[in-house]
């Protein structure tokens, strides 16, 4: 495969020597930045997840924030997820949609104050709409990118790896909450949240002259738990039915086609850009929806495009990702199915680059 040409426009990471220094063996893009994919391998780096404790460098969830009189209100404005019960120090899931109801983002947003929010963003220029609101509605607000780099610590031993650098104190955080700790002076916000079905934390780590320090410290405690440098990982993510913005979705698909419609609140939720498309959409309900679909026979190959979902010889649906499983014993995958054939146990067949094969739409994804 063709190698990337560094350059100023394709950014590096606060954590970038870490993820070097640890052996990263592929990349993607991702707004923008360097986004690791492989450290060992794709399986190796799936059952090491799964056992032990991996840093993330996921800097590429870039910040969106929000701050001045009129914060809360822009924020309202971009989802259709009622926020008026959200607390400061709660993190919240939020589809963020345009005027027709389709999906731009899908993000986590984190409120740091009444009148400061951070919206840690999939991979879209979101920051160029959220601007053009702002400044459209003329709202009192500043909108920008802050030098703020998330840092995962994914894995069943992630509570013991963050109490050894930030104390036991740490382990009380909630899901989906967060608190203040210090390292070495500094407050870091540090979210019970993070990309993968194992549990972890996010750190969001103020100023790019910190991140190796921090990197470098919690590899040195983790040092006994078998802590490796690791990033979400494809077959996971698929297992548990974590979606990718731009790949499983996109500003084509409302947020009731991707499953979310148990975020968006369309009665309540009232200044939402794409509320009135959505009230439309409620009450119509989608005619496709994500599902999880099994995918017959040995493993499939990379999945870097849409492959048709077929049956009786018409198209009703595709797969946008898919991966071979070694703990479920089957390719795992996950496909926008028309409601024809959406119910769980339907049999279909998927156009794969190496042929066709058989596959069985699911109740529910693997984990």
Same mark, same amino acid.
């Given at each position: 495969?063709?190698?990337?040409? #560094?350059?100023?426009?394709?950014?590096?990471?606060?954590?970038?020597?870490?993820?070097?220094?640890? @052996?990263?063996?592929?990349?993607?893009?991702?707004?923008?930045?360097?986004?690791?994919?492989?450290?060992?391998?794709?399986?190796?780096?799936? %059952?090491?997840?799964?056992?032990?404790?991996?840093?993330?460098?996921?800097?590429?969830?870039? !910040?969106?924030?929000?701050?001045?009189?009129?914060?809360?209100?822009?924020? !309202?404005?971009?989802?259709?997820?009622?926020?008026? @019960?959200?607390?400061?120090?709660?993190?919240? /899931?939020?589809?963020?949609?345009?005027?027709? *109801?389709?999906?731009?983002?899908?993000?986590?947003?984190?409120?740091?104050?009444?009148?400061?929010?951070?919206?840690?963003?999939?991979?879209?220029?979101?920051? /160029?709409?959220?601007?053009?609101?702002?400044?459209?509605?003329?709202?009192?607000?500043?909108?920008?990118?802050?030098?703020?780099?998330?840092?995962?610590?994914?894995?069943?031993?992630?509570?013991?790896?963050?109490?050894?650098? +930030?104390?036991?104190?740490?382990?009380?955080?909630? +899901?989906?909450?967060? *608190?203040?700790?210090?390292?070495?002076?500094?407050?870091?916000?540090?979210?019970?949240?993070?990309?993968?079905? !194992? @549990?972890? /934390?996010?750190?969001?780590?103020?100023?790019?002259?910190?991140?190796?320090? =921090?990197?470098?410290? =919690?590899?040195?405690?983790?040092?006994?738990?078998?802590? %490796?440098?690791?990033? $979400?990982?494809?077959?996971?993510?698929?297992?548990?039915?974590?979606?990718? /913005? @731009?790949?499983?979705?996109?500003?084509?698909?409302?947020?009731?086609?991707? *499953?979310?419609?148990?975020?968006?609140?369309?009665?309540?939720?009232?200044?939402?850009?794409?509320?009135?498309?959505?009230?439309?959409?409620?009450?119509?309900? $989608?005619?496709?929806?994500?599902?999880?679909?099994?995918?017959?026979? $040995?493993?499939?190959?990379?999945?870097?495009?849409?492959?048709?979902?077929?049956?009786?010889?018409?198209?009703?649906?595709?797969?946008?990702?898919?991966?071979?499983? #070694?703990? +479920?014993?089957?390719?795992?995958?996950?496909?926008?199915?028309?409601?024809?054939?959406?119910?769980?146990?339907?049999?279909?067949?998927?156009?794969?680059?190496?042929?066709?094969?058989?596959?069985?739409?699911?109740?529910?994804?693997?984990?």
């Amino acid at each position: 495969m063709a190698l990337l040409s #560094p350059s100023r426009r394709l950014r590096r990471t606060p954590f970038s020597d870490g993820v070097e220094a640890a @052996g990263v063996k592929a990349y993607t893009v991702y707004n923008h930045m360097l986004l690791p994919t492989v450290f060992r391998s794709v399986e190796e780096d799936y %059952h090491h997840l799964k056992s032990a404790v991996q840093i993330w460098d996921v800097a590429v969830e870039r !910040q969106v924030e929000l701050r001045g009189p009129d914060a809360a209100k822009l924020m !309202q404005m971009l989802t259709p997820r009622d926020l008026r @019960g959200m607390s400061i120090g709660q993190c919240f /899931y939020v589809p963020i949609v345009d005027e027709t *109801g389709g999906m731009l983002n899908d993000p986590v947003a984190v409120k740091v104050a009444e009148d400061r929010w951070w919206i840690s963003i999939a991979d879209s220029d979101l920051l /160029y709409w959220v601007k053009g609101i702002a400044n459209g509605w003329r709202l009192d607000v500043l909108v920008d990118e802050p030098d703020i780099s998330p840092l995962g610590i994914q894995g069943p031993k992630a509570d013991e790896l963050m109490a050894r650098v +930030f104390g036991d104190a740490v382990k009380d955080i909630r +899901f989906f909450r967060f *608190g203040w700790f210090d390292f070495q002076g500094r407050d870091m916000l540090i979210a019970r949240s993070g990309y993968s079905k !194992q @549990g972890g /934390y996010e750190i969001y780590v103020e100023g790019s002259d910190i991140g190796m320090p =921090l990197w470098n410290a =919690l590899m040195e405690a983790g040092k006994d738990l078998d802590v %490796h440098a690791g990033c $979400p990982n494809l077959i996971e993510r698929i297992e548990g039915g974590l979606l990718s /913005y @731009g790949n499983d979705m996109t500003d084509d698909n409302t947020p009731h086609e991707c *499953g979310l419609g148990r975020f968006c609140d369309t009665q309540t939720a009232i200044g939402c850009i794409g509320r009135d498309a959505l009230l439309r959409v409620a009450k119509e309900g $989608p005619i496709q929806m994500i599902s999880a679909v099994s995918i017959d026979g $040995p493993a499939v190959p990379a999945c870097d495009q849409w492959w048709p979902v077929m049956a009786n010889g018409k198209r009703v649906g595709r797969i946008s990702s898919a991966a071979w499983s #070694p703990d +479920f014993n089957t390719n795992v995958s996950i496909g926008m199915v028309r409601m024809t054939h959406w119910d769980a146990g339907t049999a279909v067949q998927v156009e794969t680059p190496d042929g066709t094969r058989d596959a069985t739409v699911m109740e529910k994804f693997w984990i």
